[in-house]
T-cell receptor, first 113, second 114 residues
Framework: ETGVTQSPTHLIKTRGQQVTLRCSSQ?????VSWYQQALGQGPQFIFQ???????GRGNFPPRFSGLQFPNYSSELNVNALELDDSALYLC????????????FGPGTRLLVL | RKEVEQDPGPFNVPEGATVAFNCTYS??????FFWYRQDCRKEPKLLMS???SGNEDGRFTAQLNRASQYISLLIRDSKLSDSATYLC???????????????FGAGTQVVVTP
């Protein structure tokens, strides 16, 4: 396995609520990227953190925010949840970022009702 | 137009047969290319990188055609365990707005039948 862990594995929320998803990167990796995968689609890049700083962002609204901690673990926060936020949220860890192989965690499956 | 496009399939393949499928990309600044495999309700896993000269890993062969902006994956002697969705992935060079992100296609589903 990749050594990347995510929690929780599943989550059910209602519209308007807020959610925090967590990711622990592989040992030795300093970069975490977050992706959203809707049913039947490929993963879409949300943002990336490198050494605790945001290092690139995809086309997601500001209600998607993140953090990276000194141990390189990371959080994804989503405010004001919408039905379309229902998806599999994947985090991927890598070394240095930028084109190197990214290793994915098992994902958090979020359902917004 | 999507930046990375794949035939969604499904490609129904008899066990032991060969299957091949392509992925096209629109951004000529694309630098690196990969195939990932995703099993149902699981995370994507790196299958192989794709090099300009073409590369092979066991029964899997990947090709890159930069002039026509497509990559391909060929699976020989298909096994039941090859049933999965194959995701085409493109990355970009440092200095571009997209540096650091993986750009995924929507995936090609392969179903290997006994």
């Amino acid at each position: 396995e990749t050594g990347v862990t995510q929690s929780p594995t599943h989550l059910i929320k209602t519209r308007g609520q807020q959610v925090t998803l967590r990711c622990s990167s592989q040992s030795g990796h300093n970069t975490v990227s977050w992706y959203q995968q809707a049913l039947g689609q490929g993963p879409q890049f949300i943002f990336q953190y490198y050494r605790e700083e945001e290092n690139g962002r995809g086309n997601f609204p500001p209600r998607f925010s993140g953090l990276q901690f000194p141990n390189y673990s990371s959080e994804l926060n989503v405010n004001a949840l919408e039905l379309d936020d229902s998806a599999l949220y994947l985090c991927a860890s890598s070394l240095l970022g930028g084109g190197e192989t990214q290793y994915f965690g098992p994902g958090t499956r979020l359902l917004v009702l | 137009r999507k930046e990375v496009e794949q035939d969604p399939g499904p490609f129904n393949v008899p066990e032991g047969a060969t299957v091949a499928f392509n992925c096209t990309y629109s951004n000529s600044a694309s630098q690196s290319f990969f195939w990932y495999r995703q099993d149902c309700r699981k995370e994507p896993k790196l299958l192989m990188s794709v090099y300009s000269s073409g590369n092979e890993d066991g029964r899997f062969t990947a090709q890159l055609n930069r002039a026509s902006q497509y990559i391909s994956l060929l699976i020989r002697d298909s096994k039941l365990s090859d049933s999965a969705t194959y995701l085409c992935v493109v990355t970009f060079s440092a200095g571009t707005d997209s540096w650091g992100k993986l750009q995924f296609g929507a995936g090609t589903q392969v179903v290997v039948t006994p």
